[in-house]
């Protein structure tokens, strides 16, 4: 498992994961998932009102790339892509600092086929 990835599920198999901006906590039972800026200081996801996650449809952690992608929904075509942190990686600089959440339809408009 990455050092990404926090090598112990929390008692409600919770996923962290640390991007460079976030840690990005999992709910896969449930399928909710939760963004919190990396500043914040220790909490417990099991005490946070559901009104602070969101849904998804799956997530898939690219290992190669160091990158956390969330599918929004089932056809795919909202999207999330985070750069996980790691040492020396290069992410971390201004350019990289923020999660960005891509419609697919406005790709297509900016990049006709």
Not at 92 to 96: K, T
């Given at each position: 498992m990455s050092e990404n990835v926090k090598s112990e599920l929390d008692a409600d198999s919770y996923i962290r994961l640390v991007s460079c901006n976030?840690?990005?906590?999992?709910?896969e039972?449930?399928?909710l998932y939760l963004r919190v800026p990396r500043d914040v200081k220790s909490f417990n996801p099991r005490n946070l009102p559901r009104n602070l996650w969101s849904e998804y449809s799956h997530f898939t952690v690219d290992q190669d790339r160091s990158e956390l992608v969330i599918y929004l929904n089932a056809e795919c075509s909202r999207i999330i892509?985070?750069?996980l942190h790691t040492q020396g990686h290069g992410h971390?600089?201004?350019?990289?600092r923020q999660a960005y959440?891509?419609?697919?339809?406005?790709l297509k408009?900016?990049?006709p086929s």
């Open positions: 976030s840690e990005w906590v999992i709910d039972p449930r399928r892509k985070a750069h971390c600089g201004e350019d990289h959440t891509i419609e697919m339809s406005q408009e900016e990049f």
